[in-house]
């Protein structure tokens, strides 16, 4: 399906907004290898009541308002459930050496069940999943750009569950709901609780959610960033979304500063741009991105359009980058 690059306001918005600095979750520096697909993971024996599996856990990529994923191998005792497992490394957060990776759910919030009927999973949280984390200004809820901002934040949060647990290949929509306390009974939020809507529309209660893919950080998503940042002159963000290793070997990728400074003198302006799709390697660390795109070069009489040109991604630092290679094809004119 072919994305353009003029995109809405509202989408127009968020990247703004995604593009501040939010201090939701840890700022420690985090890696993490490519996560593998996991459909019904196998419970391996570890010790005597023990068993432990690998799965995949969806956090925020840095600012950004997608998820990203890392493989984590958890262990989980014979008294609960691989589910609940789960979800307690997930409220835990990303794993210490996960670079980009930020956690999304109150640290404090507690599992009190998970349960499964006819292909949904039934998730009761203690109250403490419908606050945020901590790190807001005193006031935020009068001001109109950190609700936005906390808004979103707990609709990542509530896609982070949804897509980790459906990730496990056991069924197929996830109904949240909250137990206000020890002994209160669960129910199901509204909209506005979880940040999807506010006014009339908040007061409705949530429905199941199925896994969104276009809240994950895919190449091609990675792609409308960049394609977004270069059409604004943001050299700058431009330079985030470039991977460090060079999969080609052709030449060394320039420092931060000194490839700010080269997109800075370079200067050029993207006309127009068409993603075409995008396919992953055999071993998950190459993704290679279709673009037709028309691009303007200082000192050239007419813009350049290229068609079908595939683009490198890299899965580096937990999220798909640009490879340095790819970027310079794109700016310099040098496909064939």
Same mark, same amino acid.
């Given at each position: 399906? #072919?994305?353009?690059?003029?995109?809405?306001?509202?989408?127009?918005?968020?990247?703004?907004?995604?593009?501040?600095?939010?201090?939701?979750?840890?700022?420690?520096?985090?890696?993490?290898?490519?996560?593998?697909?996991?459909?019904?993971?196998?419970?391996?024996?570890?010790?005597?009541? $023990?068993?432990?599996?690998?799965?995949?856990?969806? =956090?925020? =990529?840095?600012?950004?308002?997608?998820?990203?994923?890392?493989?984590?191998?958890?262990?989980?005792?014979?008294? /609960?459930?691989?589910?609940?497992?789960?979800?307690?490394?997930?409220?835990?957060?990303?794993?210490?050496?996960?670079?980009?990776?930020?956690?999304?759910?109150?640290?404090?919030?507690?599992?009190?069940?998970?349960?499964?009927?006819? *292909?949904?999973?039934?998730?009761?949280?203690?109250?403490?999943?419908?606050?945020?984390?901590?790190?807001?200004?005193?006031?935020?809820? $009068? !001001?109109?750009?950190?609700?936005?901002?906390?808004?979103?934040?707990?609709?990542?949060?509530?896609?982070?569950?949804?897509?980790?647990?459906?990730?496990?290949?056991?069924? #197929?929509?996830?109904?949240?709901?909250?137990? !206000?306390?020890?002994?209160?009974?669960?129910?199901?939020?509204?909209?506005?609780?979880? *940040?999807?809507?506010?006014?009339?529309?908040?007061?409705?209660?949530?429905?199941?959610?199925?896994?969104?893919?276009?809240?994950?950080?895919?190449?091609?998503?990675?792609?409308?960033?960049?394609?977004?940042?270069?059409?604004? #002159?943001?050299?700058?963000?431009?330079?985030?979304?470039?991977?460090?290793?060079?999969?080609?070997?052709?030449?060394?990728?320039?420092?931060?500063?000194?490839?700010?400074?080269?997109?800075?003198?370079?200067?050029?302006?993207?006309? !127009?741009?068409?993603?075409?799709?995008?396919?992953?390697?055999?071993?998950?660390?190459?993704?290679?991105?279709?673009?037709? =795109?028309?691009?303007?070069?200082?000192?050239?009489?007419?813009?350049?359009?290229?068609?079908?040109?595939?683009?490198?991604?890299?899965?580096?630092?937990?999220?798909? /980058?640009?490879?340095?290679?790819?970027?310079?094809?794109?700016?310099?004119?040098?496909?064939?």
């Amino acid at each position: 399906m #072919k994305k353009q690059l003029m995109i809405s306001a509202a989408l127009a918005l968020s990247f703004m907004l995604a593009g501040c600095s939010v201090p939701f979750g840890s700022e420690l520096a985090r890696n993490s290898d490519r996560p593998s697909e996991t459909a019904q993971p196998a419970l391996d024996p570890v010790a005597q009541g $023990e068993s432990k599996a690998t799965v995949p856990l969806y =956090f925020r =990529f840095g600012s950004e308002p997608y998820l990203s994923s890392e493989s984590r191998t958890i262990t989980v005792s014979d008294s /609960l459930s691989l589910e609940e497992g789960v979800l307690k490394a997930l409220i835990g957060g990303p794993s210490a050496s996960s670079l980009e990776l930020k956690g999304l759910i109150n640290p404090n919030t507690r599992v009190i069940s998970v349960t499964e009927q006819g *292909g949904c999973y039934f998730v009761t949280f203690s109250a403490e999943f419908l606050e945020p984390i901590s790190g807001l200004p005193e006031g935020w809820r $009068e !001001d109109a750009t950190w609700t936005q901002l906390v808004q979103s934040t707990q609709q990542l949060a509530a896609y982070s569950v949804v897509n980790t647990l459906l990730s496990l290949g056991r069924a #197929k929509s996830v109904q949240i709901l909250i137990a !206000d306390s020890a002994d209160a009974s669960a129910r199901r939020p509204t909209r506005n609780e979880m *940040g999807f809507s506010s006014g009339e529309d908040g007061l409705q209660l949530m429905e199941p959610l199925s896994m969104d893919l276009s809240r994950v950080l895919t190449a091609e998503h990675t792609a409308e960033l960049i394609l977004q940042a270069i059409h604004d #002159k943001n050299w700058a963000r431009v330079e985030r979304f470039v991977a460090q290793s060079v999969p080609d070997r052709s030449q060394a990728r320039p420092t931060r500063q000194q490839l700010i400074a080269e997109l800075t003198e370079l200067d050029v302006t993207l006309i !127009d741009s068409t993603i075409h799709g995008s396919a992953v390697t055999a071993d998950g660390q190459l993704c290679t991105v279709l673009l037709d =795109f028309s691009i303007q070069r200082t000192g050239d009489s007419e813009a350049q359009t290229l068609a079908a040109v595939p683009l490198t991604f890299v899965w580096e630092n937990n999220g798909w /980058l640009m490879s340095y290679s790819a970027l310079e094809m794109m700016i310099r004119g040098d496909a064939s």
